[in-house]
C-alpha cells in the first residue's frame, strides 16, 4: 500500500505559477508510473501528465509546452510545475500511481490504483 499526500495548491492569477508536490509512503521511483489529474464538480477525472519508471513523460495536449512532471530525486515522490495558468484550469488536482508502465497515452483514472485526497488550485482571471 502507497500513501500519497499533495500539497502546493493555492490562488494565483492568470499567467501565474504552481508547483505542486505528492510526496509518497514508500519508493516509488523506479517501480511506479506517477501522474498528476485534476476534477472540476460534476465532471471525470482528467489526466494532466504521466511519468513512468524510467522517466518518460506524457502530457495532455492542454497543458504541452507549459506543465512540466518531474520525479523527486529519492524517489519518494513527483512534481507538477505548472506555469501560464488559464482560469478554466481551476480545478482539485490529485496524485496517483500505478504499479505499471505507461508510454503513449495517459489512461484513464482507472489505470491507477493508489491516489491522493487532491489539492485545490484556483485560477482567477
Known amino acids: 500500500q502507497v500513501q500519497l499526500v499533495e500539497s502546493g495548491g493555492g490562488s494565483v492569477q492568470a499567467g501565474g505559477s504552481l508547483r505542486l508536490s505528492c510526496a509518497t509512503s514508500?519508493?516509488?521511483?523506479?517501480?511506479?508510473?506517477m501522474a498528476w489529474f485534476r476534477q472540476v464538480p460534476g465532471k471525470e477525472r482528467e489526466g494532466v501528465a504521466v511519468?513512468?519508471?524510467?522517466?518518460?513523460?506524457i502530457y495532455a495536449d492542454s497543458v504541452k509546452g507549459r506543465f512540466t512532471i518531474s520525479k523527486d530525486n529519492a524517489g519518494n515522490g513527483v512534481y507538477l510545475q505548472m506555469n501560464s495558468l488559464k482560469p478554466e484550469e481551476t480545478a482539485m488536482y490529485y496524485c496517483?500511481?500505478?504499479?505499471?508502465?505507461?508510454?503513449?497515452?495517459?489512461?484513464?483514472?482507472?489505470?491507477?490504483?493508489?491516489w491522493g485526497q487532491g489539492t485545490q488550485v484556483t485560477v482567477s482571471s
Open positions: 496517483a500511481a500505478a504499479r505499471r508502465d505507461y508510454y503513449f497515452n495517459i489512461p484513464s483514472s482507472t489505470g491507477f490504483s493508489y
Open positions: 514508500a519508493y516509488t521511483g523506479s517501480t511506479f508510473s
Open positions: 511519468i513512468n519508471s524510467i522517466g518518460a513523460t
